[in-house]
């Protein structure tokens, strides 16, 4: 869910990973760490000299602590629901509940609401008033624009498995630890009791205290600086995609030579960063933006998405035959 992206994300439904073989570093690429998306990817352009393809859909198949019974398009249930929570075009959330993470949720003042993973098992709470999506994609992941979060260790942790916190301030990512976020309308506060939490600021926002918190007693907060701007957060997305996607066309290029290692490594790095500013940038629609405004920073978005998860082809080919 680099330390940034320690997180070797979901065991049970990563994205698609590449590997080359005709190396004589064998050094292959892989992108566990950054789960392709669930819903269809936009077309683009592929360069004259590289095929670009979109990432295959993620697998269908549950972990082992899933129940067998579970609908390959569940992604996560709401245990328990107290208060109002509004969901975005939809009925009031209720207790069972299924939540795919496609809409925002509204916590009015006094709401809570504690999420399920349907995979993992993991388990999480959102108090109001705030706004959240939680289940972002289907993914360990949780879009966080105001309100409280607050991550429980024990159940659903395993190595390897990170969620990912994103605010409008920047990101935030744990495997197991007892840790409380609450988002305001210019920062993001941290506590964490036991386990550590990641924490990186976004652009135009500023970090104070560590960057790795380790409980009991760690404190940290994110704020936004006189530079923020959600127009600069969702260029930034744009820019960080359109980086990591040129940087895995030269590598499609450049197999097989000197230090194609360290590239592909430097691959992985763009890769993690397109992705940190691309949640940043989708958590900043929870903020009040009009429904016009919202749309179409979506679309950019959406695209932005597309770009830093694509691969390329021929690569791609190359691993399903391995």
């Not at 994103?166 to 210019?186: E, K, V």
């Not at 920062?187 to 104070?208: I, M, P, Y």
Request: contains cysteine.
């Amino acid at each position: 869910m680099d330390h940034t992206r320690k997180p070797g994300a979901r065991t049970s439904n990563a994205a698609a990973c590449f590997g080359v073989a005709s190396t004589v570093l064998s050094v292959g690429w892989c992108c566990a760490c950054d789960p392709s998306p669930k819903g269809p990817v936009a077309s683009a352009a592929p360069s004259s000299s590289v095929q670009i393809a979109p990432p295959r859909p993620p697998s269908a198949s549950a972990s082992a602590s899933a129940s067998a019974s579970m609908r390959a398009t569940e992604y996560c249930r709401a245990l328990t629901v107290t208060g109002e929570v509004l969901v975005d075009g939809a009925a009031p959330l209720k207790r069972g509940d299924e939540v795919d993470g496609k809409r925002w949720l509204t916590l009015k003042p006094g709401a809570s609401v504690v999420i399920r993973h349907a995979h993992s098992s993991r388990e999480y709470a959102l108090s109001g008033p705030g706004r959240a999506r939680p289940c972002h994609r289907g993914e360990e992941e949780v879009l966080l624009a105001a309100g409280e979060f607050k991550a429980t260790s024990g159940g659903g942790a395993r190595p390897g498995a990170f969620v990912t916190l994103a605010t409008p301030w920047g990101t935030l990512r744990y495997g197991n630890a007892d840790a409380s976020i609450r988002a305001t309308s210019q920062a993001a506060e941290v506590r964490v009791t036991t386990g550590t939490v990641w924490v990186d600021a976004a652009q135009g926002a500023k970090l104070l205290g560590d960057a790795k918190l380790t409980g009991p007693k760690a404190r940290a907060t994110l704020r936004a600086t006189g530079e923020y701007s959600r127009d600069a957060i969702v260029s930034a997305c744009e820019a960080d995609s359109k980086t990591a996607e040129e940087k895995a066309e030269s590598l499609l290029k450049g197999r097989g030579q000197p230090g194609f290692g360290a590239e592909a490594a430097e691959h992985m790095r763009l890769r993690a960063a397109a992705r940190r500013s691309c949640q940043v940038a989708q958590a900043t629609l929870g903020l009040a933006v009009e429904p016009a405004e919202a749309a179409a920073l979506e679309k950019r978005l959406d695209g932005a998405n597309s770009r830093w998860q694509r691969v390329p082809l021929s690569v791609t080919r190359k691993h399903q035959q391995k």
